[in-house]
Nanobody, 126 residues
């Protein structure tokens, strides 16, 4: 069983920045793809960004391209989501997800991930 813990959420004004962190109960993320999803009130959980454990392949939702950056640290124990130019439309609970790496590119599908964190709230005020 892999446990994931998100941190870094909060309240920020439109145009501001936040950095989310995902940590794992395993020794590292080696061998796992990691992704961020988000869920706004009354909406489906949607893909935001994903990264392979090597950091060599990343994928983004069109809505966050150019504003958000996903990365994994050099020792492969934390995955980050740097969020810039935040908009009220980005308000949601953000979830970290992981799965054993099986392909060269990380999945963008919710059902492609086996392990989920509890989520961290991001609120962007206008």
């Amino acid at each position: 069983q892999v446990q994931l813990v998100e941190s870094g959420g909060g309240l920020v004004q439109a145009g501001g920045s936040l950095r989310l962190t995902c940590a794992t109960s395993r020794r590292s993320f080696i061998g796992y793809d990691t992704a961020w999803f988000r869920q706004a009130p009354g909406k489906e959980r949607e893909f935001v960004a994903a990264v392979t454990w090597t950091g060599g392949s990343v994928r983004y939702a069109d809505s966050v391209k150019g504003r958000f950056t996903i990365s994994i640290d050099n020792v492969k124990i934390r995955v980050y989501l740097q969020m810039n130019s935040l908009d009220p439309e980005d308000t949601a609970v953000y979830y970290c997800a992981a799965r054993g790496a099986t392909t060269m590119r990380p999945s963008t599908q919710r059902n492609g991930y086996d392990y989920w964190g509890q989520g961290t709230q991001v609120t962007v005020s206008s």
